[in-house]
């Protein structure tokens, strides 16, 4: 995680370095705008990075004298099941297309993306996997 950290704050670096000159050159707002909004997203990602790998166990990425096979194994748990992901994508793709088309898509988008988000949250409360 430390080089992950370090490539996000160096990217921070070279986005505001854009950003100044950007906006200095073009004058204009908007792009201006994205490129300090990139800034500010990269380097929150590259602090959290940052900061986690000082409290974190060093993994195979950070030694430079580890093989592929030092980092196998398991990853995380993943959900093989879920349909709560489509629900989630068809609502915010409704939702984008109502600001495009029309803002009424948004209520048909809405109630999926609550309904997806819901589902996920709370899709192992139920049955087997319900804790007392």
Request: aromatic share 18%.
């Amino acid at each position: 995680m430390k080089i992950q950290g370090k490539m996000f704050l160096w990217l921070s670096v070279f986005l505001l370095i854009m950003a100044i000159v950007y906006g200095l050159w073009s004058k204009e707002p908007a792009g201006t705008t994205a490129l300090f909004l990139s800034f500010g997203l990269s380097i929150m990602v590259g602090f959290y990075l940052a900061f986690t790998a000082r409290r974190v166990d060093v993994g195979a990425q950070d030694d430079k004298e580890a093989d592929v096979a030092d980092d196998a194994g398991e990853l995380g748990f993943f959900s093989p099941h879920s349909w709560q992901p489509l629900a989630l994508g068809v609502g915010g793709a409704l939702a984008f297309l109502g600001v495009a088309i029309g803002w009424w898509l948004i209520y048909f988008g809405a109630p999926l993306i609550m309904l997806g988000l819901w589902g996920w949250v709370f899709e192992y409360y139920r049955g087997e996997n319900r804790t007392q």
